[in-house]
């Protein structure tokens, strides 16, 4: 009798023996899963004639499904899922290989091309569809109400409006609006995570795109959600006084150099969230386990060059080959009342203003930096070189100055820096103010200049150069220079006689002249 009654608690407090622990949340665009039927709402490259096939689904299927075991959430909201018929096939191929998920929902917007959807291991109690427009290409908002060990949990799944093909902000300010209105029927107590495709950068407040601007610098997610404060993201400290109407989007946690899951020709971004209300940090019924929130990054989402492993789709046909353009992203929940860290506690200094100079005695900034007047004379691609007075130091701007021009003179926003083997380089940075342009061909040094100090130091450009390539040295005027060419096949023959129109005095374990392209020198002699 004893062995019955304990059988029977077993079976009671199974569920919380299995789930009292932190669970997982994540999002996943899975870039394009459709089955092979085709209906007519489809994208146009996923028909038979692009090889778009079910042998081609299947391969698909296994692909999403062997990243959704590896990441092994609880609760996973989903983006570019065309329709329910899609999803449980994936659920099923889950299931075949031991990843099941019990619950699912996904909306239903007539004629959409695509969906969002929710796998959970917890069960459902309601869901929701909040309408955005009656254009099929605007996709809604899945609204989901979880049960997890009894407590009510709300997810809002979101797929907002490309940045491409006319993706001007107030597309995605409509998105915003809607979930908003739904947002502020909910009372501070109310635990609710939103998560999906925002196409919004974590930091687009700074960083939005003239292209896209019609919103004279506002974002959708930014100001109309209330991710920001005074300005600056919203951090745990403004989380733990539980104002309605701010919310937390955990990109914060990460390092600035680890805040991207896409990689687009070698632009980072960050358009996936999972954005927190204030009752996920008020130590009451699900709060959010402090400084989980991490990128899922797996050796085979990633090429042998580093790029992301997409789905691959070359000359109009599938190719069976790669996963998504997007990394999903994560974070644990508990019952467990929320924990501030050291990292909640300590509160930053004020940005201060300062001169490059200051940038070369910091190993990493605990603060915002002001470079006000910085001067940009010389840019490739995403780099850029800037100097604020003749005589003063400069810096490289590396991958974060590809809005930026020539001769452009701004008040710029420093946020991180790094020391690449020597070479001091800054890697987050937003221009406050434009403030014209102007002639920049004082800042250059030449030949004349060999002889001054200015020309022992990194960061400068250099031109009218003329003398001899040896060995990887460059030889003038008595003086031995380390040289190396960014174009590995334009690099001179030994003992060529070159002028160097072009360079910049670099730093890799030593000081060096950097030369980017054949353009910027003319072989005088072979």
Known sequence: MQQLILKQLLLLLLPLLVFAKPFKVATYNVENLFDATYVGTEYDDYQAKHNWTKRMVDIKLNHVAEVICDLDADILGLQEIENANILKQL?????????GYKYSAITSKK?????????????IKSTKELHVSYSPRVRNILEVELNVEGEALWVFVNHWKSRSYRG???????????????????????????????????????????????TAGKTGLHHLLGLLN??????????????KGQHYTLWNELAYSQRWNTKFYAKKGTPDHIVLSPAMFDAKGIDYVNNSFKVFRQDYLFTKRGYINRWQYKKGKHKAKGYSDHLPIY??????????????????????????????????????????????????????????????????????ASTLKVGQKVDLLVKAIKDYNGLKEVTHAYVLKEKGQVDVSKYFLSEADLDKNITHRQNEV????????????????????????????????????IKIHNALLGYYKQLQLVVYSSKDFSILER
């Open 91 to 99: 659920q099923a191929r889950l299931s075949r290989v031991g990843c």
């Open 168 to 214: 001007v902000e107030s597309k995605r300010m409509k998105y915003a609006r809607v979930l908003k209105a739904r947002l502020d029927r909910f009372s501070t107590a109310k635990p609710y995570i939103v998560l999906g495709d925002f196409n919004t950068d974590y930091d687009a407040h700074l960083s939005l795109e003239k292209k896209i601007d019609d």
């Open 462 to 497: 250099i031109k009218a150069l003329t003398g001899v390539v040896k060995n990887r040295y460059f030889y003038t005027q008595g003086r031995k220079i380390p040289i190396y060419f960014k174009k590995k096949k334009s690099t001179p023959k030994n003992g060529s006689k």
């Open 331 to 400: 974070a644990y929940f508990d019952t467990k009342p929320y924990k501030i860290g050291s990292d909640g506690k300590a509160h930053k200094a004020k940005r201060q203003t300062q001169k490059i100079a200051y940038l070369y005695t910091q190993e990493a900034l605990e603060h915002e930096v002001l470079l006000e007047d910085a001067v940009v004379i010389w840019k490739q691609r995403g780099n850029a070189l800037i100097k604020q007075s003749l005589e003063g130091r400069g810096v490289l701007l590396f991958g974060c």
């Open 111 to 123: 004629n959409a091309p695509i969906q969002v959807a929710l796998l959970s291991r917890f069960r």
């Open 230 to 243: 005074d300005g600056v993201l919203v951090d745990e400290n403004r989380m733990l006084k539980s104002k």
